[in-house]
């Protein structure tokens, strides 16, 4: 793997440049709300050119205009962070054509969630560049962002602390025990997509947190199915669950099962620290996390800790 690289710290008067790495704005109103959001906050915003892009349906502007994008964001030294607008779907075409030397020689705070996903695993896999899964703009920050939210994306993203615990109060224990090991956090399904390529991070000593939105309970068993056939549960320390939204519109005819039921039995096969029900996922409240950085599980005392800063001083 490679070396650790940390970003600096955002305060305010910094400069956060908004990008759509993955599908096009559903509504670009929320987009300017966000903006003026982020501008109350005392922050400078600065757009991409594609960020209002749309092609073939479900894009916000080809490949090469998105990569254009996030490069041009992390070259940009006027630029102090890099907040995807949204997720949806395309970051994972982008992979194999994006510059990573380019990214570990201007390291900088990057957020995303969801289809971000992707892109994140890549980045520290090719960089080791720490970087940040959770609120996003067109999606936390258009409306009333939830008090929760907006503290833990604020908190991690300005706050350089070398030691913090992350609330967890409305987490469960489903398997009991201590581990400590690298952070990789984010949707199991683009993380199961990744599965056999180069841009999958090592999965030894490390804490995996997953969540995932619209897939039908069977699904979730067949990604989790996917993960040990792949060998990633068996390397990991300790594993952790966030949100499992359901679908809309269900379209199996067969009975299905519990969510809660399947992840249990996959940590019960483990047998390594579990917690389940964290406030990560697809909702209002949502957590803001390190993706990469050293964390502890004690999955008795309901406690995940930062054992390091995610920020350079």
């Known amino acids: 793997m490679n070396t650790i690289l940390k970003p600096k710290a955002l305060k305010i008067g910094d400069t956060i440049g908004i990008i759509s790495p993955a599908s096009p704005q559903r509504d670009p109103e929320r987009l300017k709300r966000s903006i003026s959001y982020l501008e109350q906050k005392g922050f400078t915003v600065k757009l991409g050119d594609s960020v209002l892009a749309s092609y073939a349906g479900y894009l916000a502007g080809t490949d090469q205009e998105r990569i254009h994008d996030l490069e041009a964001m992390f070259a940009d030294t006027s630029v102090d962070a890099i907040f995807c607008a ?28 969801s289809d971000t996903t992707a892109l994140q695993c890549a980045i520290f896999k ?33 706050n350089a602390s070398e ?15 201590y581990a400590e090991g690298r952070l990789i956090c984010g949707n199991l399904c683009l993380i ?18 997953l969540e995932d939105i619209g897939e039908e309970q069977y ?25 499992f939204t359901p679908p809309n519109n269900p379209t199996t005819s067969v009975p299905q099962r519990d969510y809660q039921d399947i992840l249990i039995e996959y940590s019960q096969k483990l047998n390594k620290p579990c917690l389940a029900n964290v406030d990560y996922g697809h909702i209002a409240k949502k957590l ?16 995940i800790i930062l054992l390091e800063s995610p920020l350079c001083s």
């Not at 390529?197 to 490390?206: A, G, I, Y």
């Not at 699904?219 to 952790?240: F, P, T, V, W």
């Not at 803001?288 to 406690?303: H, M, Q, R, V």
């Open 86 to 113: 949204r997720g949806g779907y395309g970051t994972a075409r982008m992979l194999p054509y994006i510059n990573y030397d380019l990214i570990a020689a201007h390291p900088k705070i990057f957020v995303g969630f």
């Open 163 to 177: 030691k913090r615990t992350i609330p967890t109060q409305d987490s469960f224990s489903i398997q009991s025990g």
């Open 126 to 158: 090719k960089t080791g560049l720490i970087t940040f899964s959770g609120a996003m703009p067109s999606v936390d920050m258009a409306d009333s962002i939830d008090p929760f939210t907006e503290s833990s994306l604020w908190d991690i993203l300005m």
């Open 288 to 303: 803001t996390l390190p993706f990469g950085i050293n964390i502890s599980i004690d999955a008795d005392t309901k406690e």
């Open 219 to 243: 699904k979730i068993d067949r990604l989790l199915c996917q993960l040990e056939l792949n060998g990633i549960l068996s390397k990991i320390k300790g594993l952790l669950f966030g949100q």
């Open 192 to 209: 199961a997509s990744l599965c056999g390529s180069e841009f999958l991070p090592e999965f030894n000593n490390t804490i995996l947190l």
